[in-house]
């Protein structure tokens, strides 16, 4: 185990690791039961969607731990699963179609991972965007714990506001914060993880966690009955475009805030950059031939990360757990249906990715209205992808504008231009 993961090197123990994986596992499970309710809006077998979305994640997150040596886990992601829907309602094509489309975009993706294109990517990203990514992901993650526990509501007149506590549900969530709270700052090891075993059993008891059965048979993966020529057909070039822009984008972004966090970037550089981002490559092109939509690293591994997940191990528990899901479908169901169970947990983990933003110079008006860009946008549009894009479009421009534009790499012009015509012409995507 020593000799796989380098466990010692890294500063962590088995005991660690494994704590690591649970969490992560924990605070995405929901994916296995929410990704199938999606996509079966869209015509798609729930059953084929829920072992589709298992066989990728399991696929790509070996990967990451194996070859990459990584504590970050991949999954078919959401937004991309509620952007498919809507192709299929808006563009009268068939789902085959459209998985197609998903299935060209992984192909590409891999054939990019191959090159020195997205290492370069990473490498050509300034440092306050960095730090600007891993905090935008950190408050993305916090308001996503804070509607997830009712905390935060939808308001019409002022698009959010504050939940009900008196509801249980809410009730329950700040009851898990607060326990949770106060094992972090006790400085308990596995806090959150704890926190959300302790959450559970109150839900179980005020009926709140309702678990019917534990185990079922899980359904047979079958491939699937693609229509790549409907790409073509259809001309859905602008969908695998989108898909493809989204998920080089968000994986990317992901990684780095994740990698930066666990103090795993070496000098702005993410050693075995392929192999990691070889993982979600993988796993998408897999996934699109099982039933289902791109895959990408996990926003929420960052839970695992701190707690103190370091290597690999925390994601080959990750996965290995993902494999038991198949049989436990009922039990995993039940426990990510009630969102007040993880929700603190994202809530804490929010905070803790806000560090970085120390290191941000806030006199320095060209590096820090960029970085202040990315970390408002990403919570406000519930888009990673939309984040990063407003921070590669502000960052040249503002860095042109005051006579330091050659500090800019090349690419980001590049990008900075893709993104201005994407948000024109593709909005949403």
């Known amino acids: 185990m020593e000799k796989l993961f380098k466990l010692q090197k890294l500063g962590t123990n088995i005991r660690t690791e494994i704590l690591a994986g649970f969490t992560t596992f924990l605070t995405m499970a929901y ?12 015509g798609v077998p729930f059953d084929q969607v829920f072992i589709a979305t298992i066989i990728a994640a399991v696929v790509g997150t070996l990967i990451m731990a194996f070859w990459a040596n990584y504590p970050i886990a991949i999954a078919p992601g959401m937004g991309m699963n509620a952007y ?39 490498e050509s990203i300034p440092a306050s965007l960095k730090y600007g990514i891993t905090a935008g992901i950190g408050l993305f993650i916090a308001f996503l714990g804070l509607k997830m526990s009712g905390l935060v509501v939808a308001n019409e007149d002022t698009y959010v506001a504050f939940g009900d506590v008196s509801d249980p549900h809410t009730l329950l969530a700040v009851f898990g914060l607060f326990i ?13 993880f704890i926190g959300m075993f302790i959450t559970a059993i109150l839900g179980y008891f005020f009926n709140l966690l309702q678990i019917d059965s534990l185990a079922s048979v899980p359904p047979v ?23 493809l822009l989204v998920t080089i984008f968000d994986t990317t972004g992901t990684m780095i805030g994740v990698a930066e966090q666990a103090g795993l970037m070496k000098n ?54 993902f494999l038991i899901t198949l049989f436990f479908s009922p039990l995993v169901s039940a ?39 990315v970390v408002l ?23 042109l504008v005051s006579g330091k534009g050659k500090e800019v790499h090349p690419i980001l012009y590049i990008f900075g231009v893709i993104f201005v015509l994407q948000m024109i012409f593709f909005p949403g995507h």
Request: proline fraction near 4%; avoid cysteine; hydrophobic fraction near 55%.
């Open 335 to 373: 426990i990510s249906s009630l969102s007040a169970i993880t929700a603190p947990a994202l809530i804490i983990v929010g905070s803790f990715m806000m560090a970085g933003l120390a290191n941000i110079n806030w006199k320095n008006f060209d590096d820090a209205f960029p970085t202040f860009a």
């Open 377 to 399: 946008m990403m919570p406000l549009t519930s888009s990673i992808a939309t984040g990063i894009a407003v921070g590669f479009i502000t960052y040249p421009l503002v860095k």
């Open 268 to 321: 702005g550089k993410l050693p075995k950059t392929k192999a990691a981002l070889t993982a979600d490559a993988v796993a998408t092109t897999v996934g699109a031939t099982l039933g289902t939509t791109p895959s990408s690293a996990y926003i929420e591994s960052s839970s695992g990360v701190a707690i103190g997940g370091r290597t690999g191990l925390t994601s080959l528990i990750v996965a290995s757990l």
């Open 180 to 192: 949770t709270l106060m094992l972090v700052a006790r400085k308990v090891h596995g806090a959150l």
């Open 221 to 243: 993966p079958v491939l699937f009955d693609l229509d790549i020529s409907g790409v073509f057909t259809h001309s859905l070039y602008t969908v695998v475009f989108a898909y």
């Open 31 to 42: 994916i296995v039961v929410v990704n199938p309710a999606i996509l079966s809006a869209a």
């Open 84 to 122: 498919f829907v809507s192709v299929v309602a808006t563009q009268g094509v068939s789902y085959q179609a459209v998985f197609g489309a998903v299935l060209l975009a992984g192909i590409i993706f891999l054939l990019l991972t191959f090159t020195k294109f997205r290492e370069l990517l990473i």
